[in-house]
């Protein structure tokens, strides 16, 4: 599809327009935390950050969502399902969490079952994603599949390339978009633009610190579910904050609760829940077969590099780095997949 | 078939409680809406989601088998906090019900063969909508002998009475073996756990599929005494159990290894769980 360009002294102007016609969702800062928001204007955006605290995903899978509400006075029971979902643009979401919004896709609009709450949102979403211009001492999207340019679940991306911002077109949703907008979204020659985009992607992939390599993980976790290794000393050191799991933009796992809002009354709620958590996987009769640490610490990873893989032929990781930075115990997922190759590869 | 994509539930009537034991009613339940009964579709060893409103929802199996009306049974285990709420309900009480979900039993397979059935405690519940599946004056052609083998902790605990006592041994080709833990007045049955009851009563692997089902403890010790009694891994049922939330295969915890138990199983042979981490 075609390519156009946005001059940096427009965004605003274009961010202002988008809030007044869409449900506009953008990084902010709030207090000491960059996450993304409803913003009214461009004046509340932070164009200029590395990447967020927390992902954009709670814009298809809300931290709390209202499923239903519910009046039940013990004879008589009604169920109102919330209605009507609002036109959004997530703009400013990084490649990495874009692509895990990808892996959320099969989860909840599954072959088997679909989830209207997830769907509707995602149908009535445009995602304007942002390449990175830096990459930080934690990223490692590129031993995922992803790079810092990738334009891969975007609609629109944009790519900042001195005082412009050049601006791919990627999908049906995103060209709708930019036609609607010209004005600011201009159509111009690009072809100096595509060559520094490519530029800035060669030069950002040669700065990853971090060295990590899925190849054949998966098929040695195949064969080796008990490893010594998920009981050692690393792995002992989790205090199951589950921290890495509400960072995390590929968790996706949640809970689902009563909240009583008055004698007869009450919401449904889905809420964000952590494997990390003992409860998690509790039994009322008391049994849990993820019992301690070990159990827990080794289903979120295998969860990552091989259940995903194995049932919708993903990864579920795209190295977005959160849990690395976050994890106040340092446990860090890419030493992880280096020593689960040399540990398998020996046991 | 209705929509078992929502996380919204059907307003169902409870119009009958059956106290099985001193922690365990089974609830008759039935749909408001006539047409939702109507086409519900419910399989033998499916399960459903339970609302009790202001607590949330649990995993409980389908404890009635479809050929026996348009109703849905549950028995449930005073366990926790949404069981004890359904405990303090009453006849005419509104729940929320949402399902069918999970594989059901392989019983096209299952045809031509006899049956063994295993329970122990509560896990009766899930294999009896199979049970009364294969006994219906429907199917009953289509399937051999049927021995259900069932054991409790004690003869309060005992579930199904006189289904065990009166309703099966009834029915033509049919063998009960109960057991109870520890002896009892009033109790002239078997005495004893279950594994070595198997033993005792030697089901020979001939022609047979076995389905088993209980706590994780008689689910292991018993399937040894299946193995060596020379049944083989294909003709081993089993149906698991885990904390679940959704029941649709999203909201992660009921995993062992890759599979879901919720849209995968609940139930699995023998020979697909060994291709499982044991993790349940």
Not at chain 1, 87 to 105: E, M, N, Q, S
Not at chain 1, 199 to 217: M, N, P, Q
Not at chain 1, 260 to 286: I, K, N, V
Not at chain 2, 208 to 214: E, L, R, T, Y
């Amino acid at each position: 599809m075609e390519s156009r360009v946005v001059n940096k002294g427009q965004i605003s102007e274009l961010l202002d327009k988008l809030a007044k016609d869409y449900n506009l969702i953008a990084p902010i800062k709030e207090e000491t935390m960059t996450l993304f928001r409803r913003v009214s204007g461009a004046q509340d955006v932070l164009l200029d950050y590395n990447n967020s605290d927390i992902s954009p995903k709670g814009c298809f899978l809300p931290q709390n969502e209202k499923t239903f509400s519910y009046m039940y006075t013990g004879d008589t029971l009604e169920i109102n399902k919330p209605v009507g979902t609002q036109k959004t643009v997530l703009f400013g979401a990084r490649p990495c969490d874009i692509k895990a919004i990808l892996t959320f896709d099969p989860v909840f609009d599954g072959v088997k079952f679909g989830d209207e709450y997830y769907s509707s949102k995602r149908e009535s979403t445009v995602i304007i994603g942002l390449s990175c211009a830096k990459v930080l001492s934690t990223c490692f999207c590129y031993a995922m599949g992803g790079g810092p340019c990738d334009t891969t679940g975007s609609d629109l991306l944009l790519t900042e390339i001195g005082d412009k911002y050049y601006v791919e077109v990627i999908t049906e949703k995103g060209q709708a978009l930019v036609d609607a907008y010209s004005q600011i979204i201009a159509k111009q020659d690009t072809a100096q633009l595509a060559k520094d985009k490519d530029e800035l992607a060669k030069k950002l992939s040669g700065e990853f610190v971090r060295k990590v390599d899925l190849t054949g993980v998966k098929e040695l976790m195949d064969n080796n579910f008990e490893l010594p290794y998920w009981a050692g000393d690393d792995q002992k050191k989790c205090i199951g904050c589950g921290t890495c799991t509400y960072v995390c933009p590929t968790c996706h796992c949640f809970d689902i609760f009563d909240y009583t809002t008055g004698d007869f009354t009450g919401d449904r709620l889905r809420c964000w829940d952590s494997c990390m958590f003992p409860e998690y996987t509790l039994e009322a009769g008391g049994h849990n077969p993820r019992p301690s640490r070990k159990e827990r610490i080794r289903n979120r990873f295998m969860h990552k590099i091989k259940y995903h893989l194995d049932r919708y032929n993903m990864v579920g990781c795209v190295g977005c780095g959160r849990c690395v930075n976050k994890c106040p115990v340092n446990i860090d997922i890419t030493k992880i997949i280096n020593d689960l190759k040399e540990v398998a590869q020996n046991a | 078939m209705p929509n078992p994509t929502a996380l919204t539930p059907y307003p169902a009537t409870i119009t009958k409680i059956d106290v099985e034991a001193g922690d365990t009613k089974t609830f008759t339940v039935v749909f408001d809406d006539p047409e939702i009964m109507e086409n519900f579709g419910n399989q033998p060893g499916q399960v459903c989601m339970l609302s009790a409103f202001g607590e949330g929802e649990s995993t409980i199996s389908i404890t009635s088998s479809p050929t026996r009306g348009k109703f849905l049974e549950f028995c449930v285990r005073r366990v926790g906090r949404l069981t004890s709420v359904l405990h303090q309900m009453e006849v005419g009480q509104k729940i929320g019900v949402r399902g069918p979900y999970g594989n059901g039993f392989p019983y096209e397979m299952m045809k031509g063969k006899d049956l063994f059935f295993i329970g122990g405690g509560s896990a009766l519940a899930p294999i009896r909508s199979l049970i009364d599946f294969v006994l219906s004056d429907q199917y009953r052609k289509d399937y051999g002998k049927v021995e259900i083998l069932y054991g409790a902790r004690s003869m309060d605990d005992v579930l199904f009475k006189s289904d065990l006592a009166e309703r099966w041994p009834a029915i033509a080709n049919t063998g009960i073996y109960t057991t109870i833990d520890r002896a009892e007045e009033g109790w002239n049955g078997h005495v004893g756990f279950v594994p070595p009851f198997i033993e005792e009563v030697a089901p020979t692997p001939e022609n047979k599929i076995a389905i088993i089902a209980g706590p994780p403890i008689l689910i292991k010790l018993g399937l040894a005494v299946m193995e060596k009694l020379g049944f083989k891994d294909e003709q081993i049922i089993t149906t698991l159990e885990m904390r679940m939330k959704c029941c649709l295969g999203k909201c992660g915890r009921c995993n062992v290894g890759s599979k879901f138990i919720c849209v995968d199983g609940p139930v699995f042979s023998l020979a697909q769980l060994k291709q499982m981490p044991p993790e349940y």
